[in-house]
């Protein structure tokens, strides 16, 4: 489809002016695995953007809705200050002064688990080795 149509129209007085009517960029996809999932012990992924031009701008928001804008990069990383739990980002591009609808991606951090405990065990030289058996939390 075209990015603009050019509408002409007379006014009231007679004068000819010509309208230019847009159409909305697609939404931008971003590139992290689409939703993702990392442990807290894990460091924090960079999203990417990918729009549909190289003169888009994009903005990213912290939750599914647009909101205060996190940043206007075609990256963003979330900040190490994150704890466990589900986060939702969105992401817009502009192009030709029209802003797409958002692309939402959701981002969790789950809990790092615990170490399995194994007891200690002893065998004496030439005695059959006891199975070792580890216990998780």
Known sequence: PPRSTLFPYTTLFRSTATQTIRALPPAPNHYFFNDSVICSNEPKPTFMADGSSVSSTYRWFFSATPGSTLGTNKTYKPANSL???????????TLDGCTSLPDTLVFT????PQPPVAPDVNACFGQEIPPLTAIGL
């Open 83 to 93: 704890t466990t739990g589900i986060y939702y980002y969105s992401l817009t591009q």
């Open 109 to 112: 951090i789950r809990q790092q």
